[in-house]
């Protein structure tokens, strides 16, 4: 990302956490300071500000922010105007106790604080107080608001958007309701003027954000749902590429699953996740859904839309799973065969009901199950990556390969990454690849002068 450098500008250093909601928030949090004259840096060493934007869903998320607040206690006392921040959903959740835990910390943003984060920075740079803010309702001044697009991240070719926040679905095992609030839906009006900006200033390719995307526009004076918004974005805007996450399976309705036949600029790709395969687990997660109404829906999916990738997360360990109940995952697993799977393992998280609930499965067999399930998945991965040798695909080409040295990559419209040797003059282009090779986390290919001829 390349970042404009104010004159004389102060260094703010970001230090993102868990999942892509929190990538977005780094990013407006980036967008608002770059107007009050913080460059981004990437040497926290000698930044004047040091933001972390934390996540409480997995536990390992929340022990990694402890360590390194930990970490930066020797910066503090060598630098004592440096600001340390933490924003997100620990510091919602754990608020004062962060204050109280790490001394060096001099403030603690709520998820709903993010907007005000420039004003809050002033007024401890000025008083040298520490504090906690955590309203209850988002600041009134809107993240996404003109002036905060033209500013960093608005240069790359893919950029998220969000377009709701909060959950109202109270699955048993997630935080998110309780740190992240309520469901509450932007209006489509500003969502259509932030795609159209981004798309204006050379992104190709936007991803739509929300806990729950398919229950986007609850409460929305307009009437405008998901549909309605897909719909609009298609034809309202210039963008060329769209995907969304996540969808939650329950919400998934015939009408969305049309818009993947119906919009060309849909990408064909959705990830759906379904966490269990067992009835009486799923029922226990309050997940609003049994095994064979999941099924039922990917069957339509793919009559509908025969290309589609599909992907989910799955969880092993939900207390009181019993070897069935996970042979149950599994055997979903095989019917399903989906292109792609994020698996964890189930681990209690305060506030959450699941904590409450008893027989807790030993880490043991966590971890058995958890690899079991990662075997499976990995051979039905590899297997469809497989598949794609010899065809032709239109994909994005994003930059460099991290991976592949030397190579170009970019990604199909079923979000395979491919990489390829290329000019580096074809990056922020759509081109034609012919697959040759496959691996278990990407596919090799060569450009193709047209679409179906090598
Ligand atoms: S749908 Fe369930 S898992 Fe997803 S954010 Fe809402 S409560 Fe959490």
Redo the contacts with the bound molecule.
């Keep these: 990302m390349q970042i404009e450098v104010m004159q004389e500008s102060r260094s703010l250093y970001v230090k993102t956490f868990g999942c892509q909601m929190n990538e977005y928030d780094s990013l407006r949090v980036q967008r608002i300071l770059h107007s009050q004259g913080y460059a981004l840096s990437s040497d926290m060493t000698t930044a004047d500000v040091i933001f972390l934007n934390t996540c409480s869903?997995r536990e390992k998320a929340e022990q990694k922010v402890h360590s390194f607040l930990g970490r930066l206690r020797h910066m503090k006392v060598e630098r004592p105007g440096l600001k340390i921040i933490v924003g997100g959903c620990v510091a919602q959740q754990l608020g004062k106790q962060l204050l109280q835990r790490f001394e060096h910390l001099d403030l603690v943003l709520g998820t709903r604080g993010l907007s005000a984060i420039a004003e809050i920075l002033e007024t401890i740079q000025e008083t040298q107080e520490r504090l906690a803010y955590l309203p209850e309702e988002e600041a009134s001044r809107h993240p996404c608001e003109p002036q905060a697009l033209s500013v960093p991240g608005a240069d790359s070719l893919v950029a998220p958007v969000t377009i709701m926040q909060g959950?109202?679905?109270?699955?048993t095992?997630?935080?998110?309701?309780y740190v992240?609030g309520r469901e509450r839906s932007r209006p489509a009006e500003d969502i259509l003027r932030e795609i159209q900006a981004l798309s204006a200033s050379g992104v190709l390719e936007i991803l739509l954000l929300g806990?729950?995307v398919n229950s986007y526009g609850r409460g929305l004076n307009d009437q405008t749902g998901f549909v309605d918004l897909l719909h609009r974005i298609q034809g309202q805007t210039d963008i060329a590429r769209l995907r969304f996450t996540?969808s939650?399976p329950k919400d998934l309705t015939p009408e969305l699953i049309r818009c993947f036949a119906d919009l060309p600029r849909l990408c064909k790709h959705l990830h759906l996740?379904v966490q269990a395969g067992s009835d009486s687990i799923l029922s226990r997660m309050n997940?609003g859904y049994t095994a064979a109404e999941y099924l039922e829906k990917v069957a339509v999916l793919r009559q509908t839309c025969p290309d589609i990738a599909v992907s989910a997360d799955v969880m092993v360990g939900f207390p009181g799973e019993t070897e069935d109940d996970f042979h149950q995952t599994l055997q979903l697993l095989q019917a399903v065969e989906f292109d792609n799977l994020f698996s964890f393992r189930y681990s209690d998280r305060s506030y959450v009901k699941s904590s409450e609930f008893p027989d807790k499965v030993d880490s043991q067999t966590k971890a058995r199950r958890l690899s079991a399930l990662q075997r499976l998945q990995a051979g039905i991965t590899l297997r469809k990556n497989r598949l794609e040798i010899g065809s032709i695909r239109e994909i994005l080409v994003e930059g460099p390969s991290r991976a592949a040295n030397g190579q170009l990559t970019g990604r199909t419209t079923q979000n395979r990454t491919v990489n390829f040797d290329g000019s580096k003059r074809l990056i922020g282009q759509t081109i034609y690849v012919k697959i040759i090779s496959a691996f278990s986390h990407s596919l090799r290919g060569e450009p193709c002068h047209q679409q179906g001829s090598p």
């Design positions: 869903v959950c109202d679905n109270y699955c095992y997630c935080i998110v309701p992240r806990q729950n996540t939650h996740p997940r």
